[in-house]
């Protein structure tokens, strides 16, 4: 992601992240076992971690040092570690020797009280009192627990002590409550401090996005309305809610992926070139092109928006039921499990460009990718073949699986005539890297412990994609706009193919 002229060294090449101890609120929950440990695990075992680099969980649910340790021992062994392979014994005895555990209630004076004790300790024996306080726990505690640091003044810092916090999606679930707990939180913290993760920014593709455009001089001079027809972004999945129907009933597609997820693919895209690598510079770049997303009116919800539920189904011989039979779902639920979108960048390089924008649970394949499509040629050369026969050239960015961009051509077919047919320019990532094993936070967690912000959410960008997503929110919670349906193993509602088809253009294909 870097290259020789940008200020910062090639995550490669660089040494451990500084000494730090690592607090990971919410110690005993799943996504410490699922994806923090397994990350730490990788940066252990590739030597990014200082030595004195530590871990402390904790949590209300009781335990000692020793027994935390056995704790996330057998989770790595249910939880795959990168590939599923078993971890290595050295790493993985490196790692525990760091790791450490604090009983306590996240709303008791106590708790933090400890906290503060064992920074004391670690400045009296090493120096320095680095802390990472990691938020693992359900949103509710967001808040509360940065206040409660903040009072016990956990987050002040000095020349041997930064403080840094770093806090989970979801952010809010609509614009008023994102806005009051980015005022909470800057209520104890500065925003330097604050580290607002978004997963998909820990993908090598979607960094690579930045790589392609602003790496090449083939691409930038092409990114704009005068030669882009359309972009379409897509995260389609085959998973169901399986046990999250509780989380995903109360939010829905649209809150669980559009103003976070898909709107960091749009802003990778759409976003001007920043001044410089820094990452306020490129969050300032995100932060205007998210802005410039036109917001909604109600007619314009009705028009440009489809919602859509799963319907039972089959997806590689497994048998889904009817969204509302789920586990912890409403039986009535009238929650989308599919969104599509038609949206507007409304600035000087994008304006009159449609964005479509799918996500959706239960569908036929899982597959993230960012398609531009350029315009057609101007004028009908080959007789034989109309210009209209073959598709206009497109760059597609495939950001999971199968990572890698193509670029589709038209080109002669073998013969005595002059006949053209669609052909793929390839590059996979694996032909040419060779990948370690990694959860993606890997790359996240290590930018925090250098303190490099780049790929995480400022405060403006989270509520710039609120505040699009919301006119949206307030027409369907009103009742507004009908939720289609489709069928669980399908490429989605038929309602979605006529929102794009209707300007002319198809979606890239699932099947
Ligand atoms: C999460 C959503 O943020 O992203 C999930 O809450 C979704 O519903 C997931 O499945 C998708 O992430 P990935 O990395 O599997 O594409």
Excluded at 36 to 46: F, G, H, I, Q, S
Excluded at 89 to 101: C, G, I, K, N
Excluded at 136 to 148: D, G, L, W
Excluded at 470 to 489: M, N, R, S, T, V
Aim: aromatic share 10%; hydrophobic share 40%.
């Amino acid at each position: 992601m870097t290259d020789a002229s940008s200020s910062k060294p090639a995550k490669d090449d660089s040494g451990p992240a500084p000494a730090s101890t690592l607090f990971i609120f919410g110690a005993s929950g799943d996504l410490t076992k699922r994806l923090v440990m397994p990350a730490l695990y990788n940066l252990a075992r590739e030597g990014a971690l200082d030595p004195a680099f530590q871990i402390v969980g904790v949590d209300i649910v009781p335990h000692t040092d020793e027994d935390y340790r056995t704790f996330l021992t057998e989770a790595a062994k249910e939880v795959a570690v990168g590939t599923g392979a078993t971890p290595n014994p050295t790493a993985w005895s490196w790692l525990m020797e760091r790791v450490h555990y604090i009983v306590g209630d996240f709303d008791s004076a106590e708790t933090y009280h400890k906290v503060r004790a064992w920074l004391d300790q670690r400045k009296t024996e090493t120096g320095q009192a680095n802390a990472v306080f990691y938020m693992a726990v359900t949103p509710r505690f967001f808040a509360s627990i940065a206040q409660k640091l903040g009072e016990n003044g956990l987050f002040e810092e000095s020349e041997n002590a930064f403080r840094r916090i770093v806090v989970e999606k979801p952010f809010g679930t609509d614009l008023a409550s994102a806005k009051a707990l980015n005022a909470h939180l800057l209520q104890s913290a500065s925003e330097h401090q604050i580290f607002r993760i978004d997963h998909f920014l820990g993908k090598e593709t979607v960094q690579n996005v930045m790589a392609m455009r602003f790496g090449n001089g083939i691409f930038e001079p092409l990114w704009n309305r005068n030669f882009i027809d359309h972009v379409q972004i897509t995260a389609a999945e085959t998973v169901t809610v399986e046990q999250r129907g509780k989380f995903y009933d109360a939010t829905g597609a649209l809150r669980d992926m559009v103003p976070n997820h898909m709107f960091q693919l749009l802003a990778m895209v759409a976003m001007e070139p920043p001044n410089s690598f820094d990452a306020d510079a490129i969050r300032t770049e995100k932060a205007k092109v998210i802005q410039a997303i036109g917001q909604m009116t109600p007619e314009e919800v009705e028009r440009d928006t489809v919602r859509a539920q799963y319907l039972a189904g089959n997806i590689g011989g497994r048998h889904v039921k009817n969204y509302p039979w789920e586990d912890n779902v409403a039986h009535d639920s009238r929650r989308e499990t599919y969104v599509a979108l038609k949206l507007n960048v409304d600035n000087w390089r994008w304006s009159g460009v449609p964005f479509y924008i799918r996500t959706g649970k239960a569908l036929a394949v899982r597959r993230t990718e960012i398609m531009i499509q350029f315009k057609r040629p101007p004028h009908r050369l080959f007789d034989e073949t109309p210009t209209d026969a073959v598709e206009p050239n497109a760059l597609v960015i495939r950001v999971q699986p199968n990572e890698g961009i193509s670029l589709r051509l038209a080109a002669k077919i073998p013969g005595r005539q002059v006949r053209l047919a669609e052909v793929d320019m390839d590059f996979r990532y694996s032909d040419y890297f060779k990948a370690e094993p990694s959860t993606g936070y890997e790359t996240l967690i290590y930018d925090c412990l250098t303190g490099d912000a780049t790929l995480f959410q400022r405060a403006d960008n989270i509520e710039a994609g609120w505040a699009v997503v919301q006119p949206i929110l307030d027409q369907w919670e009103a009742g507004q706009g009908e939720l289609h349906h489709y069928k669980a193993g399908s490429a989605g509602p038929a309602a979605a193919d006529r929102l794009i088809e209707r300007d002319g253009f198809n979606w890239l294909p699932l099947a």
